[in-house]
């Protein structure tokens, strides 16, 4: 396992337990299951630029989003983002292929820069046909607010595999780290601040 992702992951374990909710991680690390081979041999097809860190965070467990295990139905916060103290969950491998063109259908008004008011970062494309993200988090009101994007079609400003953000009302599409392994530094360094004790 990628030192990051090992680091992020122990880290977050010790949020959880320093947050009162020991219980909830001790549940979590029971049922959850990694990514099959199979499932993440698919992705590798669909996204060949997919950061190594991102993979072994899925064969750790293959998302927390509304995501079955041992019969039982899970949604983890697992997530962060700049979006200081809001949770964010993981998604699945079969969640990610299914999303593969979710960018192109919600956001291609706003690739294209038809409306001024709405802040795009110049680091992203503003060419729609050559557009690629890989939908990997929802945030913790089903997306409905924000979701996360690693991107592999940057402007020239840009850099690929830089991680973007979309936050609702009012829309903005951001870039918030220039690399997946970055954007868990960043959460490591802001110590974990979207797991709150009154979230559980």
Known sequence: MNSTVDKYISGLKASYINNNA??????????KLGAKIKDIKKINKIYP????SLIDILSFVDGTYYREYAGEEITFYFL????LEYPYYLLSCEQIIKNQNIAIEYYSEYIEREYEEVEIDDR?????????????SD????????QLFIDFSPSPKGKYGQVVRFLHDPDELIVIADSFEDYLNYLIDTSYNFIQEDLF
């Open 22 to 31: 020991e219980e909830a991680w001790q549940r979590f690390e029971k049922i």
């Open 49 to 52: 630029g997919i950061p190594s």
């Open 80 to 83: 962060g983002s700049d979006v």
């Open 124 to 136: 992203i494309t503003n060419k729609l046909k050559s557009l690629k993200w890989l939908h990997f």
């Open 139 to 146: 945030c913790m009101n089903n997306g409905g607010t924000s």
